[in-house]
C-alpha cells in the first residue's frame, strides 16, 4: 500500500516512504528546516489535505496546510490565538500548538488544535483559519483545570478525540490537568479521572489535576479508551466512568509509565504502549537502556515484550506522546521516534523492529498518512 | 516612509529582502503595513495580547522600544532582530 511516514522533529519535517514490501525506506526532506514541527497530520476525509503545527525558536506560533499531500504548504492566514484578555483577566497568548485531530466525517474541513498553555481552537477550511472554544476555554472551571504554568513547560492540550458516532461527543487531555468530555460540541465539558492516580495531588480522589500523556478511543469501538498517564496506563470502557489501571499487569520492573499509546487499528483489544523509567528522578528514557515495546491483545488483562531488532543495550532514548503510530495494512506496520532522532518500523505488529532513519534531529511526532 | 530592516527568519516573509520600506506614524502603524504587505508576519513577532513576543526586539533608531504606540519621526528606522539562545 502506499503510505508515507511524517517526522516532525524540533528542527524540521520529514517524510519516509517505503517500497511496497516495507523493505526499504526513503527519506525525504527536510522541509522547514530549523522550524520546530509539533505535529503533521493527514485528513483521512480528504487525503490530499494535511495541517502542521510549527514554529521557530524565535517567532511565534503557525500553523501550515498543504492540499497536494505535503507538496507545498500555505502558512494559514489567522493560526490559533486566544481573544483579548478582559480587564482583570490573566492575558493567554498560544505559545505553540502542540496538536492538531482533523474533526468529524459529516464536517469536512474542520480541525481541532491544541496549544500551550492549554487552549483549544477550531478550524472551518482545512486550517488556514482559527477559532478558540470559547466552551472550553472560557469555561468557568477553566481556570482550575488549567491553572497556568503548573508545569515548567507549560500545559499541553493534546489529544482531542471525536466519537465517530457522533460529532457532538468529544474529549480532549490536558498535562497536567486531567482528561474531559464534552457531549454538546464542546459548549461544555466535565473531567473524566475517575480511578486515575495522581500521587502528586493531596486529594486522592481529585476530580481534576490528573496528569494524561496519550488519550485515545479506538476508531471501531469507540467505548473503548485507552490512557498513558504519568501515573499508569489505563482502560475505560464507556458508559462506565471509573479507568482501569491495566498497567498493573506489567512486570513490576518495568511499570507502566510512558507517553505514547496506540491501538491496532481493527482490534480494540491489541495495545501498545513503550514504558520509560519513572522512578526516582524520572530519566523518562528506555528502561536499564533496554528499550521495548509492551504490547497487550486482551484490552491490558496480561502483557507481552517486544524488542527483538531493538538495542539490547545502552540506548537510553525516549518516544515522546505523539511519536509512535501504526498504519492500516493488513499485516500492522508500528513506527516510533526517538528523541536521538531514529525513526524504528515494525512489519510484522510489533514482533520485530528494525531502524529505518537515523541521525535526524529530536522527533516529536510520528504519523502514517496514505 | 520608514526603512524597516527585516532579520533572517522573517525574511520568507519578505521574499528575501533584508530591508523593506513602510509607512507610519507609530510602530504599530509600520506593523500593520508590514502584515498588509506580508500576511502572517506580524503574528510571529507580536502575540495576540499585543505583547512582543520573547525572542524578538525592536529598535527605532538605535533605541529598543517595546511600546507599539511609540511614535515614529521622519527618517526614523525600525530595526527587528530575532535573539535566539540553545542549540
Redesign the interface.
Known sequence: MSSTIWVGTRKGAFALRPDKQRRRWRLAGPQFLGHIIHHIVQDPREPRHLVMAAK?????P?IYTSGDRGRHWQ?????P?????RDGET????ERTFWLTPGHASEPGVWFAGTAPAGLFRSEDHGANWQPVGGFNDHAMFPKWAAGQRTPDGELLHSIRIDPRDARHMYLAISVGGVFETLDGGTDWAPLNEGVAADWLPDPNAAYGHDPHCLIVHPLQPDRLYQQNHCGSYRLDRPARRWERIGKHMPKKIGDIGFPVVAHPREPDTVYVMPMDGSKVWPRTAIEGKPAIYRSRNGGRSWQRLDRGLPRQQAWFTVLRQAMCADAASRLGLYFGTTHGEVWASSTGGDAWRCIARHLPEIYSVTHAV | MHVVRIPGPLRSYTHGAAQVRARGDTLDEVLAELERAYPGMRFRMIDEQQRIRPHIRIFINASETAALDAALGAGDEVHLICALSGG
Open positions: 521557530t525558536g524565535h517567532l511565534g503557525t502558512e494559514a492566514q489567522s493560526p490565538a486566544f481573544r483579548k484578555a492575558p493567554r497568548a498560544v
